[in-house]
């Protein structure tokens, strides 16, 4: 039923539209939107330098997206030298359309599987919104490395240790989501 597979520049709007739909559904909350980026996101897909992912559905077509970075992409100014030598997936851009599937979850577990098969040790992420930091350790096992500030704003970093994940296989088969 899903499937994460590279991005490619034919993506781009898919990608777009679902940062806009997601946008709008955080708009509708008071939690900020991103519409603005929508097209930036979108692009990202056609850029061979990036590491780009969507979450395809069998009937739906693309239903979410993130980046992938390595340890070197990590910010200094977010990082001790000693976690920016260690090795880490760092999960950043994730969007999905709005589903009552947990789909953010299942683009995660992916993504702290695939960090396992590589042999890296981190999955690391970050958000500006404290809500949703409290949302990825609450509801998905994250937990909270520190809070720094960025340009007069909180910027949450969060991880976990990359690990197989057994039932991914029923979750991309939309069992258990």
Not at 51 to 65: S, Y
Request: charged share 25%; hydrophobic share 40%; net charge negative.
């Amino acid at each position: 039923m899903y499937r994460m597979r590279k991005a490619t520049a034919a993506d781009s709007e898919a990608i777009a539209e679902t940062v806009r739909a997601r946008s709008e559904w955080l708009s509708t909350r008071g939690l900020g939107e991103c519409a603005d980026d929508a097209a930036e996101y979108g692009a990202q897909a056609a850029n061979p330098d990036l590491a780009v992912w969507v979450l395809e559905h069998a009937a739906e077509g693309v239903v979410g997206c993130t980046t992938h970075f390595g340890n070197e992409a990590l910010p200094h100014w977010a990082f001790t030298e000693e976690e920016r030598a260690e090795s880490t997936l760092f999960l950043a851009t994730t969007f999905t359309r709005p589903n009552p599937h947990r789909l953010g979850r299942l683009i995660a577990w992916w993504s702290l599987n695939r960090a396992a098969e590589q042999g890296l040790t981190w999955v690391r992420r970050g958000t500006g919104q404290e809500q949703l930091s409290r949302y990825y350790q609450q509801a998905q096992g994250w937990e909270l490395l520190r809070v720094a500030e960025r340009h007069g704003s909180k910027v949450f970093f969060l991880q976990r240790d990359a690990r197989p994940v057994p039932e991914l296989a029923d979750l991309m088969a939309g069992r258990g989501l």
